[in-house]
């Protein structure tokens, strides 16, 4: 049986409670142990599928199709275990459950409650994660006070009670700010919220506390005193430059070695390995040649929602020994203002996916500037697709052409709606999760792939292209490297002669890792140090 941690958060939102989760399974992975990540969310919608950007942030996609909280995303890129349906449950989906539950008669005869019923549905969803692994590590999302977490915070501190001590163990990410006027760290804070914790019945086992400032000593004691913790047991939690730096400055304040004592984990390793981390950390911080990436998207002002590309991005800088510099540029700016003032200083031009048809013509345009200026290009998902309308209008001659998204009108839709996709549901209906795909022999994406005639790749979309079009299109130069199968649906295309024009109908950031960027961002990256015209070692 597994040995459970539970990460919750106070004061305020966005403390870094995933990247704390994900760094703490890196740690225990280094000191050899096999790890789980869950992630509970309070809000009532089934998952966020059906969530804007704005509101959520980005949509990480599992093997088995679940779309889930990006947290999800950063316990991939951190450990080894891979997600699944299961690691995320949302309020939702809990009560969805015990209402379907109650409908089919399992509760007969009772009258249903959150305690137990809502609490005891949590508490199995817990139990489910665990598949062998020695740890689990069970984030709550929200800020502890919040209503909606109630219920969440409550079958955790039942959860605890359930299990024999040394079984269960609590960590609270808090804030200690810094008080420019007075050059003071406050406290005060962090002590309401274990606080308000305890009033609900958990008593933190090990805080860790986020900070743009060392925690001296003294602060430390204080901290300790007030929120019943060992001074040993209060974690600086400090800014970094670098997210991937977070499991090495976690262990430079003892937090595995304190975790792997409370939960009596005597299989660990008594020194962890951090080979991997200390040599991204040296890449990072090491001088490099920069690079210019231009994300041409329309949710620029929210660097969440491409959180996934973004350290897809980072993590092929690694490999390619660049410095990535990312430059967000929305799509309807190039609408007003055109390509060339926003595109001229890039050595790289990526388009991701999104649905909608804000800013669209601005993406069509910006993939016409990468292919007439030979600049380095990837389409995901909605970029392939923008690849494959920009090309029927000005290569085909297919005038007007367009995807039905955008237009019912359109005399050449060149991308269509997937037969199975019509009349269905918003929600957990798209063509969703892992499918294999098979590579055209002598293509770039073969080469990229290293050789292989298959891959397996993660999904998310409802439009594909028109098989009406293909022979068109390939007649015109364009290549479908990458195809499904049984060949009935585009996955790659690819342009010869341009230095580096692929775009994918999957979405490739969901599998890269900084040990092992994904082969499509470590040859885009690659195309773009050599686009930039410097010197290279």
Same mark, same amino acid.
């Given at each position: 049986m597994a040995k459970y941690i539970f990460v919750t958060g106070g004061v305020l939102s966005s403390l870094g409670k995933g990247l704390a989760s994900a760094s703490i399974g890196a740690l225990l992975e280094a000191r050899g142990l096999r790890v789980n990540i869950q992630k509970l969310d309070p809000y009532l919608n089934i998952d966020p599928g059906t969530m804007s950007p704005f509101q959520h942030g980005e949509v990480f996609v599992t093997d088995d199709g679940a779309e889930t909280d990006l947290d999800l995303g950063h316990y991939e890129?951190?450990?080894?275990?891979?997600?699944?349906?299961?690691?995320?449950?949302?309020?939702?989906?809990?009560?969805?459950?015990? /209402?379907?539950?109650?409908?089919?008669?399992?509760?007969?005869?009772?009258?249903?409650?959150?305690?137990?019923? /809502?609490?005891?549905?949590?508490?199995?969803?817990?139990?489910?994660?665990?598949?062998?692994?020695?740890?689990?590590?069970?984030?709550?999302?929200?800020?502890?006070?919040?209503?909606? #977490?109630?219920?969440?915070?409550?079958? /955790?501190?039942?959860?605890?009670?359930?299990?024999?001590?040394?079984?269960?163990?609590?960590?609270?990410?808090?804030?200690v700010p810094y008080i420019k006027t007075s050059e003071e760290l406050k406290t005060k804070p962090t002590q309401h919220s274990v606080m308000k914790l305890r009033e609900i019945g958990i008593q933190p086992d090990i805080l860790l506390c986020r900070t743009e400032m060392p925690l001296e000593e003294d602060v430390k004691r204080k901290i300790s005193l007030f929120c019943n913790v060992p001074p040993s047991a209060v974690i600086t939690a400090i800014d970094v430059d670098c997210i991937y730096e977070v499991p090495l400055r976690f262990n430079e304040e003892g937090l595995d070695r304190i975790v792997v004592d409370l939960l009596k984990l005597e299989k660990a390793l008594q020194t962890?390995?951090? #080979?991997?981390?200390?040599?991204?950390?040296?890449?990072?911080?090491?001088?490099?040649?920069? #690079?210019?990436?231009?994300?041409?998207?329309?949710?620029?002002?929210?660097?969440?929602?491409?959180?996934?590309?973004?350290?897809?991005? #980072?993590?092929a800088g690694f490999g390619n020994d660049v410095q990535v510099n990312l430059q967000y540029v929305d799509s309807e700016e190039i609408e007003k203002r055109g390509s060339a003032p926003l595109l001229s200083q890039a050595h790289g031009i990526l388009i991701p996916g999104g649905f909608g048809e804000r800013g669209i013509e601005g993406k069509i345009a910006a993939v016409q500037y990468a292919r007439e200026r030979l600049v380095p290009f990837l389409g995901i998902c909605l970029g392939m697709q923008c690849a494959i309308v920009e090309y029927s209008r000005n290569i085909c001659g297919l005038e007007a052409a367009n995807s039905s998204e955008f237009s019912n009108e359109t005399p050449h839709p060149v991308v269509a709606l997937m037969p199975d996709q019509e009349g269905v549901d918003m929600g957990g209906t798209m063509r969703l999760g892992a499918y294999p795909g098979i590579l055209r022999p002598g293509s770039l994406a073969a080469e990229i792939y290293g050789g292989v005639s298959q891959f397996e790749e993660r999904h998310r979309h409802r439009y594909e292209v028109n098989n009406a079009y293909r022979e068109d299109l390939e007649e015109n130069g364009l290549h479908f490297s990458g195809l499904s199968p049984d060949e009935s649906l585009v996955e790659m295309i690819e342009l010869p002669g341009h230095p580096y024009f692929i775009g994918c109908q999957f979405h490739p950031e969901f599998k890269s890792a900084p040990y092992a960027p994904h082969p499509l961002f470590h040859g885009f990256i690659a195309a773009a140090k050599k686009a930039s015209g410097e010197l290279f070692p």
């Open positions: 890129r951190f450990t080894h275990a891979r997600m699944k349906k299961e690691n995320n449950y949302t309020a939702g989906r809990i009560y969805y459950n015990v /209402i379907t539950k109650e409908r089919v008669g399992d509760y007969l005869g009772g009258t249903v409650q959150v305690i137990p019923h /809502i609490t005891d549905e949590i508490k199995r969803c817990i139990r489910h994660v665990d598949n062998g692994e020695d740890v689990v590590i069970c984030e709550i999302g929200g800020t502890v006070g919040d209503i909606e #977490s109630l219920p969440f915070l409550e079958a /955790i501190r039942q959860f605890r009670f359930d299990h024999e001590p040394g079984h269960v163990i609590h960590i609270h990410v808090t804030l962890p390995d951090l #080979s991997v981390w200390e040599e991204i950390s040296r890449k990072e911080k090491e001088p490099k040649i920069s #690079s210019n990436i231009a994300i041409v998207g329309k949710y620029v002002d929210l660097k969440e929602s491409y959180k996934s590309l973004s350290e897809a991005l #980072s993590h």
